[in-house]
């Protein structure tokens, strides 16, 4: 069974194989909605003809070249109805490598810098010339997590994000740790090498959804707290949920950023953009008592 990146990724695909399919099977050429038009100033008319229900209803502006790209793609790699388009750039053992994007892409860089993996990592850090490495963490439901990266530390360069959970410190397991208690065995840690083995942000999912043709994300957020969703939009289509606060935007971690500087990065971001977020009750819980630290929190774009 295929996995798409978003709903409307799964509707032009399912569209695409049900016009393919009824094109190869029929022993004459089927009837159509509508008569296929001429390209202006001449040329060759469409390889496949228009889909029968019209992209539009979604609310969403697909290319035309790009619906019959993927058309081809499924009449030439997937006769008999296998999944097509991959990120070719997906690293090894990504749940990526075999979703079919035929509106996000098989290259949507936000999707790859958002992916949260399954399974546990192994991340090396050490401490800068002051003995920090830029990191804070918060005690919860007996787990220990990743609370704070600060710009351009140690923790930042090893690819530790908002929402990690923390399983080990130089092979010492922490669950049922308190935060001091896992502070101070960071503290304690030789300078030159922390070994820490890492689970992908547990709390937390993201969403990959299109923006409209005024470039609207489809939901309100306050104090990045999402409050309202619009009927009808991308967003709602693809399960956005209200009380819920904005982690990540295509993989830029957006914590401790106004409303005004998260509304800039959503106006950057492109058509399709991926966004992570976490239930009110764990991120409030994880924020507590940060106040103003959380301008220091690293906001790069990580890189894919």
């Known amino acids: 069974m295929s996995l798409y990146p978003s709903l409307e990724d799964m509707t032009v695909d399912k569209l695409a194989r049900a016009q393919v399919s009824n094109t190869q099977s029929a022993s004459a050429p089927p009837p159509i909605a509508a008569p296929i038009a001429a390209p202006v100033g001449g040329g060759k008319p469409p390889a496949y003809p228009t889909m029968y229900p019209s992209l539009g209803d979604m609310g969403l502006d697909v290319p035309s070249g790009l619906v019959e790209g993927h058309m081809r793609a499924v009449a030439q790699y997937a006769p008999q ?17 075999t979703m079919v994007a ?8 936000g999707i790859m810098r958002s ?3 399954q399974g546990i990592r192994e991340v090396v850090i050490c401490k800068d010339t002051k003995g920090k490495c830029g990191l804070a963490v918060k005690s919860i439901n007996k787990g220990v997590f990743v609370g704070f990266v600060y710009r351009d530390s140690p923790a930042k360069m090893a690819g530790l994000r908002f929402g990690d959970q923390i399983l080990q410190i130089n092979g010492a397991t922490v669950a049922g740790f308190s935060t001091d208690k896992a502070t101070k065995v960071l ?7 922390i070994v820490l083995a890492v689970r992908d942000r547990p709390f937390e999912r993201t969403i990959t959804m299109q923006k409209d043709s005024a470039n609207h994300i489809g939901f309100l957020f306050k104090k990045g707290k999402i409050e309202q969703i619009v009927k009808d939009t991308s967003a709602a289509r693809n399960g956005i949920l209200i009380d819920h606060y904005l982690v990540e935007v295509n993989g830029q971690n957006v914590v401790g950023l106004s409303d005004d500087q998260i509304e800039k990065v959503f106006i950057a971001a492109p058509r399709t953009t991926t966004i992570t977020f976490m239930p009110a009750f764990v991120y409030e819980h994880m924020v507590k008592n940060m106040g103003s630290l959380k301008k220091y929190m690293d906001h790069s774009v990580p890189e894919v």
């Open 81 to 97: 109805g296998q999944a097509v388009a991959l990120p070719a750039r997906a690293t090894a053992g990504s749940q990526l490598a």
């Open 102 to 109: 035929p509106v996000s892409g098989s290259q949507e860089v």
């Open 115 to 117: 992916e949260i993996k």
């Open 187 to 193: 503290q304690k840690a030789a300078p030159e090498r």
